[in-house]
């Protein structure tokens, strides 16, 4: 199994321009979840899913959407970049059982917005 | 919303000696709570769990911790340190049907040979 892998490694983007960052899992994992990690605040969360077709809002959801159209793929879509989504970004996927799962944890995206 | 915090940035050991790395949280009902490390440029991996059960958790690379409810903690602890545990180290709280995970601010863990 590959696990979580995320691209691309390392981007810059200019202010107003969009991207999307792209997250998969071969662990048939039904959670999925994107964090930005900034120095001094550790992990927040952006967007979740519990399943295909199904996502929710984290902490941190501005300026950010997602879609979960199969169970391996959740991308994370900045539609007007801005400087203060300059940030490592990080996936993560887990089974979705009754009680919370351990999640596994991609590389990891570094994004640089100019 | 349930809340973690970290009370210290760093946290330096010497190899050899026990080391402690501290972490509150908050939150309603019964809390779900991990601890990740995490190394440099890469992600994070995961350590150990509480999920009910014995208040003290054993976990990965002879980590442990103690679940206390009363003072609403859960340090990491480990009983004697090697310079390969410098790392970055995260505590995660997670409520029951709640699939909103928080992050405290992270412990910079440095072992000194």
């Known amino acids: 199994n590959a696990g979580v892998t995320q691209t691309p490694k390392f981007q810059v983007l200019k202010t107003g321009q969009s991207m999307t960052l792209q997250c998969a899992q071969d662990m048939n994992h039904e959670y999925m979840s994107w964090y930005r990690q900034d120095p001094g605040m550790g992990l927040r969360l952006i967007h979740y899913?519990?399943?295909?077709?199904?996502?929710d809002q984290g902490e941190v959801p501005n300026g950010y959407n997602v879609s979960r159209s199969t169970t391996e793929d959740f991308p994370l879509r900045l539609l007007s970049a801005a400087p203060s989504q300059t940030s490592v970004y990080f996936c993560a996927s887990s089974i979705q059982g009754a009680r919370p799962e351990t999640q596994y944890f991609g590389p990891g995206t570094r994004l640089l917005v100019l | 919303a349930q809340s973690v915090a970290q009370p210290e940035d760093q946290v330096n050991v010497a190899e050899g000696n026990p080391l402690t790395v501290k972490c509150t949280y908050s939150?309603?009902?019964?809390?779900?709570l991990f601890w990740y490390v995490q190394y440099p440029n890469r992600g994070l991996q995961f350590l150990l769990k509480y999920i009910t059960g014995d208040n003290l958790v054993k976990g990965s690379y002879g980590f442990e911790a103690e679940f206390n409810k009363s003072q609403t903690s859960f340090h990491l602890k480990k009983p004697s340190a090697l310079v390969s545990d410098s790392a970055l180290y995260f505590c995660?709280?997670?409520?029951?049907?709640?699939?909103?995970?928080?992050f405290g601010a992270g412990t910079r863990l440095t072992v000194k040979p």
């Open positions: 939150v309603s009902g019964n809390p779900y």
């Open positions: 899913s519990v399943g295909a077709g199904i996502t």
């Open positions: 995660a709280v997670r409520g029951y049907n709640n699939n909103d995970m928080r």
